[in-house]
């Protein structure tokens, strides 16, 4: 079982930047156990992948419309993951969710993660 809150969201211009947090607490397994991705959703549409991280951090995956602006980081120590969003854009705006997949390979399917946050706001303007 995994618990997670994600904070960080807010309201920033075009080309500005933002970092997400997402801070879990688990039972039963290690946090680093589990694969971390963040996805986002507008309203209307499906939730979408953003990107993922493995147990150790050395494997990370993006969708192709942020690869190279936003960057996925973990912290097992502190139970922790983050997104930073560098040279944000109006369609970046979406409420961001952390999720947790407990199975070893990163993954873009939101299906394969059993754990949820329960999102943060973000609204990039124009």
């Known amino acids: 079982q995994v618990q997670l809150v994600e904070s960080g969201g807010g309201l920033v211009q075009a080309g500005g930047s933002l970092r997400l947090s997402c801070a879990a607490s688990a039972s039963g397994r290690t946090f680093s156990s589990y694969v971390m991705g963040w996805f986002r959703q507008t309203p209307g549409k499906e939730r979408e992948f953003v990107a993922a991280?493995?147990?150790?951090?050395?494997?990370?995956n993006y969708r192709d419309s942020v690869r190279g602006r936003f960057t996925i980081s973990r912290d097992n120590a502190k139970n922790t993951v983050w997104l930073q969003m560098n040279s944000l854009k109006p369609e970046d705006t979406a409420v961001y969710y952390c999720a947790a997949r407990p199975w070893p390979m990163i993954s873009d399917n939101k299906a394969s993660y059993a754990y949820w946050g329960q999102g943060t706001q973000v609204t990039v303007s124009s």
């Open positions: 991280i493995n147990w150790s951090g050395d494997n990370t």
